[in-house]
Nanobody
């Protein structure tokens, strides 16, 4: 059974940093676009970042550009999200997801597999 397991969430003050990890199993990780999404209470799930197969192509939501960095290690079947200069509006449950595509996408409907989510809370 396909699994995506996120870790690394927690609570931090504004301006701080957190690093999320997502380890995948039971599918060919290196042939999937990987993405990070987030959902705040009462809001729609939104895309944060995505990364191509090799890791050389990335895309970010405008709200996190310059503060967040997505990366992947295909040997470890793991995708990462480094979050710096965190703001209270970054508070949300963060999900990793996998899309069986050759090209980058931030569209939620293209992602087949989802993790269970990890909470990130940023206090002011």
């Amino acid at each position: 059974q396909v699994q995506l397991v996120e870790s690394g969430g927690g609570s931090v003050q504004a301006g701080g940093s957190l690093s999320l990890s997502c380890t995948a199993s039971k599918f060919t990780f290196s042939t999937y676009v990987m993405g990070w999404f987030r959902q705040a209470p009462g809001k729609e799930r939104e895309s944060v970042a995505a990364i191509g197969w090799s890791g050389s192509s990335t895309v970010y939501a405008d709200s996190v550009k310059g503060r967040f960095t997505i990366s992947r290690d295909n040997a470890k079947n793991t995708v990462y999200l480094q979050m710096n200069n965190l703001k209270p509006e970054d508070t949300a449950v963060y999900y990793c997801a996998a899309a069986p595509r050759a090209s980058l996408t931030m569209l939620r409907e293209w992602y087949d597999y989802w993790g269970q989510g990890t909470q990130v809370t940023v206090s002011s």
